[in-house]
Each structure stands twice: as C-alpha cells, then as structure tokens.
C-alpha cells in the first residue's frame, strides 16, 4: 500500500503519487460562517467517498441544530403567553359589597286589575286573566305582606284577624275573608335585628257558610259546592270515613270535605298546608 507524501525507494515520482489536492468545507451556523476546514485528501476513489461522509455528517449537524432552534423558539412562545384562568374569576380586592338582595313585591295588581287569587298546593297563586300568566306565593310569606297582597286582589280587607291557641299544631294566627278563604301564620323563631318574631304563612283553608262574594277556586277549577265528579276528573282522589265525614285528599296535598256520599256529592270545605281542623 503506498501512501500519499511518501515515495518508494527507488520508484520516480509520478504525477499521481504526488497529485494532492485541498478539499475545503465550510459550514453555516446561525448566519455566522465558521472558519474553513482544509482536508488534504489522496486524489483517489478514497477521496469520493470521504467527501460524501463528511458532507453527510454536516447535513446531520444541520438538522440537529434546526430542531434545537425550533424547540427554543416554541419554548420563549410558550413563555411570552400566560396560562388563562380556568376557575371562577376572583374579585378584585377593590371590588364593593354585593348587591342588596331584592325587596319583596308589592301587591300584583288592585281590585280594579284583571287578576284573581287561585288555590294550589301549600301556596297560592295570583292569576292576570287577561294574559294567563301566574305568579305564585309559597308558603313563608309575612304576615303583613301577605294580607296587603290578597286584599288587593280580592278587593277587600279581612272581615277578622286572631291568635287560635288551641291548634294542634300550636298558635296560628289567622285572617279570614267575608268569602269563606282563610289564611294561617305561624310565629317562627325571631330573627337577628328584627323587633319581634314573625308570623309567617303555612297553610290556607276555605269552608262554606261563610262566603260574601266570589269564592276562590283551584287552578283547575274546583272550589266550595264543586262535585265529587268533577273533583274527581280533575284529581287523583282518595276518599275516607273520618270523625269530620266524607273526608279525602289528594296526591298534591290539598284536603278537604264533600258533604255527602256518591259522584253528587258536594265539596265542602278545602284546605292545605298546616290547618287548625278538630277531629
């Protein structure tokens, strides 16, 4: 094997033995241009294939460096964009107290307005008959607010108001109407701030023998002298034998009274929620 630089004793030097030839590679790093690289490479087939190595080398050193700078440019983006909030936004430490809750709703509309008073369920419901919208009262309500609204729908004032302590479910005060309805309060622990204990709603009854006036009905129009057919159709009834007589009730929790037995048979008295009836 002969190398290049070295001569055999003996042997003439050839253009071939001494033919060197300068190989420079240069390669390009951020814009920059690295210093070059002088290689002395035999003028051989060798000389092909060393060329091809270091050109491959520098082709991997290439894209080794493109992927660095593209997972650095990823990053300082990644940075640049803060993360957004994925919880409830917290209030500024400025920020001012919540709003008042709101106040309660006047009466819905006087005697003069298209409204009537409909029978639910533990609540009452106001009705516009104009528009057929409702607007319920749950139990709950004051005493006085309460009054206020039912005697301007029904465009009278309550013909008595008292304490009853004598039902079983403890003191209730009641208003009643020329018309047979009668509203129950019940006094609740008393609040902080408040100058006395309140009277709150709890029930409602209406009885006949009493009525001046139009008496109120259910929303699906049943009310006092109403059939046990049309309660029926109406409702999902049970009826049964009790102290005060044909008693029944209902799915929904009203109750009351026919004053007799078969689909004839008449209502009597109605009442829901907490009631003051002796049996």
């Not at 909030?85 to 008042?100: I, L």
């Not at 079983?168 to 047979?180: E, F, I, S, V, Y």
Request: proline content about 9%; overall charge positive; aromatic content about 6%.
């Amino acid at each position: 094997m002969r190398y290049p630089n070295i001569r055999t004793a003996g042997a003439p030097a050839t253009t071939a033995d001494e033919a060197m030839r300068t190989w420079g590679h240069q390669r390009t790093l951020g814009g920059q241009n690295d210093c070059p690289v002088k290689v002395p490479v035999p003028a051989t087939g060798f000389t092909l294939l060393f060329t091809l190595a270091v050109r491959r080398h520098s082709l991997f050193l290439r894209m080794k460096l493109r992927s660095l700078l593209l997972l650095a440019w990823l990053a300082a983006a990644c940075q640049s964009q803060p993360d957004r909030a994925t919880g409830p936004a917290t209030p500024p430490a400025n920020a001012g107290p919540p709003a008042p809750a709101p106040a309660p709703t006047a009466p819905l509309r006087s005697a003069a307005g298209p409204a009537k008073l409909a029978l639910t369920a533990n609540a009452l419901q106001i009705v516009d008959t104009e528009s057929g919208s409702t607007r319920a009262i749950p139990l709950g309500q004051p005493f006085a607010q309460l009054v206020r609204t039912v005697t301007a729908v029904l465009g009278q004032a309550p013909a008595r108001v008292g304490v009853n302590g004598e039902c079983g479910a403890g003191p209730l005060k009641m208003a009643t109407w020329a018309n047979g309805l009668t509203l129950a309060f019940q006094e609740k622990p008393r609040r902080a701030g408040a100058a006395g204990r309140p009277w709150e709603f709890v029930g409602w009854a209406l009885y006949s023998g009493r009525s001046a006036g139009p008496a109120p009905t259910t929303v699906a129009g049943v009310g006092l002298g109403s059939t046990r057919a049309e309660m029926e159709r109406a409702y999902v009834i049970t009826v049964m034998e009790s102290t005060l007589g044909q008693e029944f009730s209902t799915t929904s929790g009203l109750y009351g009274l026919f004053d007799g037995t078969g689909p004839q048979a008449r209502v009597a008295a109605l009442w829901s929620g907490t009631s003051c009836v002796f049996r």
